[in-house]
Each structure stands twice: as C-alpha cells, then as structure tokens.
C-alpha cells in the first residue's frame, strides 16, 4: 500500500482517493456540476410580463375605459384574476425550493414561476396605475371634447351663455376679443384669473355688453385683483376661438373670481361659461390626444427596460448559484 505525507501526517493512498471524492461531491462550484439556464423560461419572463403589462396599460388609457367602462373593469379583474393563479402555482414548497440550500453539491433548479409571479403583479399594478393617469390627464379631456358639440359665430354681445351649456369648442366672431381692463384674479392657496370675452366696435374700441357670460380663464397667470390677465395668447389678435373649461373642482375658484369682477367693474354676469383662450382650439385639442399617446410609448418602453433589468438581475442571480 502507497503511502503518502500530508501536512497532516501519513496518510494512505485510499485515504487520499475517498477524500478527494468527498470534496467533488460536496464542493459547490466545480465546474463539471455547474448547470445551464433554460432560455426558454429567461425570454418568457420577458415578453410575457411585458405585454401583459401593455394590454392593462392600454385598456385602461384608451377608448374603452371612457366609452365601455364596464368592459375595461372587466378586463382589468381578469387580468387580476391571471395573477392570481400564478400566484398559486409560485406555492410555498416552490418558494421553499428557491430559497433552499444545494443537495449533495447539485444546484437547485431556478424557480421560474416565482420571478413571473412577482412580474405579473407589477405588471398589473403599474398598467392600472399608470393606465389611469394617462387617461385621466390626456385622453379623457380629448374624448370630453369630442362628445360635447361645436358652434360656430358666437357673438358674446347677443348670444347668451344658457343656450351653449352643451358646448366643448368655441367658435367666436372675428370681432371677438379679451377685454383686460376688466379682468381679475381669485386667490387661495393659487391664482384663479379670469378675464371677459366682449367685441370691438368699427372705431376698435371695446364695446360694452349688457351681460358678460363668456370668460377666458387661466391659473397663475394673473396678479390677484388688478387687471393683469396674461393666460394663453391674450394679445394674439387672431385668436377667437376657446376651449371649455372641464375641471369642475376649478370651476367654484372661477366663479368667485367672476363674482369679485361684477362687484369691482359693475357688470352683470347672468349665466357665465369658462373656457381656455385659443388661436386653434382643434389643435388644442388633439394635443391632449398626442399627449396621451406620446406617455402610452414612453410607458411601454420604460417597462420594457424596467423588466430587462429585472431578468437580468434574476439570470446573474442563478449564474452566482451554480448555473450559466
């Protein structure tokens, strides 16, 4: 029998043999023991996270959420409903798995189902999320104006406000203009400035009128009580047009701040209408729309990194544990 010297003394030639067989068998990163990643599961946590991501984004920022709101709730519990169920197949002997130690030297197998569990969950929060102030601030004010009707050759001297309640876009008369000298600001916590919408006369001077009913509004734009209006292009001469003000929790503001300029200027204000100064109301108008479309991209693109950083880090994660 071979005998060899160690720095633990003499040792055998099996001794030698079975101890090197025990550090093969129990050593974590040998590399005949390493494993290697299954990429069909890398690119599912992917894409799929990712689209399902862009479906509830969509839903809930574009048409169906304002037209058929039921059916947008409706796809949206269903998307809740998916994830759901991934969450009961990620079960805990699975987490379990994820979290255990190594067996015999062999790493455990990446738990795919974990990972796409917890994306699908972000997936859905952030599209609801996201879905919703996207629609709210950009596409919900576009389909507002859509529905409401349109009138042309309002003269603010003989068309009274009651009659165009229903109205989204203004189409005034060239001979529409702001008269400045009247306006007015109402303050708390901001500015509420208002200034009304009269005609001039053949002489271009401003004609008085027996009810002001029709007000360009704007916030901040103004200095409280004096007569310093500069919302919009209010000295753009070719603007004669306006877009309705939406935003009831702003309208009460505007009100008062119509209310102080009755009481400053005597004038009468019989059924007044908020609407934002305008050269191109239209124009306006699609910009909410190419807004919202604008934010759907960049939403889409950003998770879309969002998660390729995420299965990144997951694929390194899996690598550092015995796989490639």
């Known amino acids: 029998m071979q005998k060899l010297y160690g720095a633990g003394g003499v040792v055998t030639q099996e001794q030698h043999m079975e101890q090197g067989a025990w550090q093969a068998n129990n050593s974590f990163f040998v590399k005949g023991q390493r494993q290697r990643l299954n990429v069909v599961p890398v690119c599912q946590s992917l894409l799929l ?6 479906l509830i984004f969509a839903v809930v920022s574009f048409n169906v959420h304002y037209a058929k709101p039921t059916l947008c709730f409706t796809i949206v519990g269903l998307g809740g409903l998916v994830v759901l169920l991934l969450g009961a197949s990620a079960s805990a ?15 455990r197998a990446p738990n795919w189902a974990i990972f796409m569990f917890i994306s699908f969950v972000s997936a859905w929060l952030l599209g609801v999320v996201f879905g919703n102030l996207n629609f709210a601030a950009n596409f919900q004010p576009y389909y507002d104006y859509t529905n409401l009707n ?34 007015m600001g109402f303050h708390n916590l901001d500015t509420y400035c208002v200034a009304p919408i009269t005609v001039k006369s053949a002489d271009n001077t401003l004609e008085p009128l027996a009810t002001y009913d029709f007000w360009a509004v704007g916030v901040g734009c103004c200095q409280g009580n004096t007569a310093d209006f500069h919302c919009g292009p209010f000295n753009d001469p070719k603007a004669h047009q306006g877009l309705r ?36 109301c239209d124009a306006e108008m699609a910009g909410f729309k190419e807004e919202g479309y604008k934010w759907f991209m960049v939403g889409m ?24």
């Open 301 to 324: 693109l950003g998770y879309f990194g969002w998660q390729l950083l995420c299965v990144g880090a997951a694929v390194y994660g899996f690598v550092r544990i015995g796989y490639w």
């Open 49 to 54: 996270p990712w689209l399902f991501f862009c």
């Open 93 to 107: 002997a699975g987490f379990r798995k994820w979290r255990g130690q190594p067996k015999d030297g062999v790493p």
């Open 150 to 183: 349109t009138h042309w050759g309002i003269d603010p001297a003989t068309t009274p406000g009651q009659e165009l309640m229903d109205t989204g876009r203004f189409y005034f008369t060239n001979r529409s203009t702001l008269d400045l000298r009247r306006s």
């Open 245 to 280: 003000l939406l935003r009831d929790e702003q309208r009460a503001f505007f009100r008062l701040a119509v209310q102080q300029a009755e009481a400053t200027y005597g004038i009468k204000a019989k059924h007044p209408l908020f609407l934002y100064w305008a050269q191109d």
